[in-house]
């Protein structure tokens, strides 16, 4: 598992975040009283269009975020399993905050307390990842002759 990998899947965490609070808002506008009426009474032209288009919307909406759950799930299972083989127990918490449940490092920081700062359990996170990529082989080279 990559550094890459693993912010892919933070990002992911936060686009189906921002989906999510975008499906609510389109919802939220559905409800409004004089447009959010679907029971296929007829209405005006406008008003069918404005319920259409809201419709359209949470449809849309509603598809990209079961999409984005399915690949966190996906990209979950390897950052778990990444995660658990983490000895440190600080360590393996700051990533599991990060990379499971989507913490931003301002809250990882706090949550850890101990005079942590966000860049110093940055830090931690650049130094394990390096020490993961200082024990892979040097593949680079062989087999040239």
């Known amino acids: 598992m990559t550094g890459n990998e ?3 899947l933070f990002t992911l965490r936060r686009d189906l975040r921002s989906v999510e609070e975008l499906l609510d808002a389109v919802r939220r506008a559905a409800d409004v009283p004089g ?18 288009n809201l419709l359209a919307e ?4 509603s598809s990209r975020a079961e999409h984005l759950r399915g ?3 996906c990209r979950e299972a390897a950052a778990a399993a ?3 083989g983490i000895e440190d127990t600080q360590t393996r918490l700051i990533f599991r905050l990060r990379f499971l449940r989507g913490c931003t490092w301002k809250q990882i920081a706090r949550t ?13 996170y650049v130094r394990y990842l390096k020490s993961c ?7 680079t080279l062989s087999g040239v002759v």
């Open 82 to 84: 990444f995660i658990q």
């Open 112 to 124: 850890i307390g101990g005079h942590n700062t966000v860049n110093s359990v940055k830090m931690r």
């Open 35 to 52: 447009v959010a009426d679907v029971s296929g009474t007829p209405h005006a032209h406008r008003s069918r269009d404005t319920v259409g």
């Open 6 to 8: 693993l912010n892919e």
């Open 71 to 73: 690949e966190i799930q």
């Open 58 to 61: 949470i449809e849309d909406l």
């Open 133 to 139: 990529d200082a024990m892979l082989p040097d593949v």
